[in-house]
C-alpha cells in the first residue's frame, strides 16, 4: 500500500520500505513507533501518511515519545543542564503531543502513548544498559560504530555552527561525549523491549551504524523475528507523472 499527499503544488507517494519481504505478517501484528521530536517526518502530512500506514499495515501499535532522550541534543544547543534540560525536553514532549492530538486522533488501531521517562526509569532499562555497557567495552565493531557515528554528528554539529574544531576542541569533546550518551541510551532502550512483543519497529530513516550493529548482533541473535525495521519510502512525483524522484528519508 502506498498513499498520496499533496504539500502546495508537489505530490508525494508515500509507503513502507523493507516490508513485503516479510509477508505473510504473523497475526495480531504488533509494531513499536519511536517519535523524535522536532522532526519534519514525525509533523505534518508526512506524518499523517505513517498514520494511515499503520491503521493498514498493523493491528496494534505504541507510539514512544522519545521527548527525554532529546536532553543530550539540548544541553548542545543551550546553558541548560541537569533537571532543567529534563525539564525542557519534557515540556517539548507535551507540546508535541499537543501539535499532533488530531493526526493521531486517525489511529483506528489498538495504540498506547508512551514517554521515554517510563522506561528510562525502568528496571529493564537498568538491566538492558548494564549489558550495553558492557558490549560497548567488549564489542570493538560496536564501540567503533558508537565512536563514528558519534564523532561524525560532533563535527557537523560545529560545521553548522561554523566553527574550527582546532579551535573549539573542548565543544567539540562535549558534543561527542553528549552524543555517545544519547547512543549507548537509544541502544539500551532497543535492547530493553526484546520480550514485549514488538514484530516491527517502525521509524522513517534507517538505524544509524551504532543501532544496526545492535540490531544484528544482539537482538536477531536472541529474538530474530521481533523488533525488525521498516522504514519510510517517499517518492515525489513530478508533474509528468511517469517521471518520479526519489527523496531519502
Known amino acids: 500500500m502506498s498513499i498520496l499527499i499533496r504539500d502546495g503544488e508537489t505530490t508525494f507517494r508515500v509507503g513502507l520500505k523493507n516490508f513485503s519481504q516479510h509477508t505473510p505478517l504473523p497475526k495480531p501484528t504488533r509494531c513499536i513507533v519511536p517519535i523524535s521530536v522536532g522532526q519534519s517526518y514525525h509533523e505534518g502530512k508526512i506524518f499523517e501518511a505513517s498514520i494511515q500506514l499503520l491503521n493498514h499495515h498493523f493491528d496494534s501499535c505504541v507510539i514512544m515519545l522519545c521527548d527525554l532522550l532529546q536532553r543530550h541534543t539540548y544541553q548542545m544547543e543551550s546553558s541548560l543542564v541537569g533537571f532543567a ?41 537498568k538491566t538492558a544498559r548494564t549489558e550495553i555497557d558492557a558490549f560497548y567495552k567488549d564489542n570493538i565493531q560496536y564501540r567503533l560504530s558508537v565512536d563514528e557515528v558519534a564523532s561524525n554528528f560532533a563535527r557537523r554539529k560545529l560545521a553548522a555552527n ?65 523488533l525488525i525495521p521498516i522504514n519510510l519510502k517517499v517518492k515525489k512525483i513530478k508533474h509528468h507523472a511517469e517521471q518520479k524522484q526519489s527523496m531519502e528519508y
Open 85 to 125: 534540560t529534563n525539564d525542557y525536553a519534557v515540556r517539548e514532549g507535551d507540546a508535541w503531543l499537543m501539535r499532533n492530538k488530531n493526526i493521531l486522533s486517525q489511529l483506528n488501531i489498538a495504540c498506547d502513548i508512551r514517554r521515554w521517562s517510563e522506561q528510562l526509569y525502568s528496571q529493564t532499562y
Open 162 to 226: 561554523k566553527l574550527d574544531p582546532e579551535q573549539h576542541g573542548g565543544l567539540l569533546r562535549k558534543y561527542y561525549e553528549l552524543s555517545t550518551e544519547y547512543l549507548k541510551e537509544e541502544s539500551s532502550v532497543r535492547y530493553s523491549w526484546l520480550g514485549d512483543g514488538y514484530d516491527f519497529h517502525f521509524y522513517p530513516k534507517p538505524d544509524n551504524l551504532a543501532m544496526k550493529v545492535v540490531h544484528k548482533q544482539l537482538i536477531v541473535s536472541e529474538h530474530p523475528q521481533e
